[in-house]
Nanobody, 115 residues
Framework: QVQLVESGGGSVQAGGSLRLSCAAS????????MGWYRQAPGKQRELVAG???????NYLDSVKGRFTISRDIAKNTVALQMNSLKPEDTAVFYC?????????WGKGTLVTISS
């Protein structure tokens, strides 16, 4: 059974940092494209950062220079380092794993940024 479990969410003030982590079981990250998505209240879910099986990364324009996605193949985890957080970053963040045939989602972790 495939499980993605996010951790590291919380509440911080604007300008602060958080590090999200996604641990996987039942799948091997190195074969998949991974991503962090977020969904703010009343808004659609959006891709924040992605890392391909080959290690290429991409970011939402509004987080470029502030967020960094990384993965630890040995630990089967993917992380999102978030710096210089802004109130508009407040959302539930979800871990996603995708292959050409299917995708998996974690249950999400809440990030709240106060001004």
């Amino acid at each position: 059974q495939v499980q993605l479990v996010e951790s590291g969410g919380g509440s911080v003030q604007a300008g602060g940092s958080l590090r999200l982590s996604c641990a996987a079981s039942g799948i091997i990250f190195s074969f998949l494209d991974m991503g962090w998505y977020r969904q703010a209240p009343g808004k659609q879910r959006e891709l924040v950062a992605g890392i391909t099986s080959g290690g290429s990364t991409n970011y939402l324009d509004s987080v470029k220079g502030r967020f960094t996605i990384s993965r630890d193949i040995a630990k089967n985890t993917v992380a999102l380092q978030m710096n210089s957080l802004k109130p508009e970053d407040t959302a539930v963040f979800y871990c996603n794993a995708r292959s050409p045939f299917t995708e998996y989602w974690g249950k999400g972790t809440l990030v709240t940024i106060s001004s």
